[in-house]
């Protein structure tokens, strides 16, 4: 009986071939570039709020109108926190440029997936979207309630 022998170069081939991770790697960095951000808000108070949007810049006009709302029954106002909307970005950006580049205290994900495990030390909050929480009064209130604590 023959043995067959699986040698190859091709990468393709190798895709199939190899479907499971032998060794992982952080996303490389260039020393000395920071990353930069197109946001909504002013990041006064370092409070950064992730969505994922694709159809809208940041969020659909209502949902910027409760988000402005929930921000003024907390006494905040647009200038004391950062929108990043991760659906209009070319990639999910690893939580380390984030960290760099806002300083969150907390960090609310509006809908989006955390790009990171989130049990490491950084006050991380995973809540619907807005267009999400103004049609369901159950998750409005759910984040009201939890809201109010976090941004205090």
């Known amino acids: 009986m023959k043995s067959l022998s699986l040698h ?20 490389p960095t260039v020393p000395g570039v920071a990353p930069r951000f197109s946001y909504y808000g002013g990041n ?33 106002s647009v200038d004391d926190v950062a929108v990043l909307n991760v659906g209009k970005l070319p990639a999910v950006p690893v939580k ?9 205290k907390v960090v609310v994900t509006l809908g989006a997936a955390l790009p990171w495990d989130a049990t ?10 807005f267009d999400e929480m103004l049609v369901d009064a159950e998750k409005k209130r759910l984040f009201w309630a939890t809201i109010k604590t976090l941004l205090v």
């Open 8 to 27: 190859t170069t091709d990468p393709l081939a190798l895709r199939y071939l190899m479907t499971e991770t032998i060794f992982g790697m952080d996303e």
């Open 96 to 104: 380390s440029d984030l960290i760099a580049f806002f300083s969150p």
């Open 44 to 76: 006064k108070r370092n409070y950064l709020f992730l969505t994922h949007e694709t159809r809208y810049e940041w969020m659909s006009e209502s949902a910027l109108e409760a988000f402005a709302k929930t921000l003024a029954a907390l006494k905040l």
């Open 120 to 129: 490491d030390g950084l006050t991380v909050f995973e809540a619907h979207s």
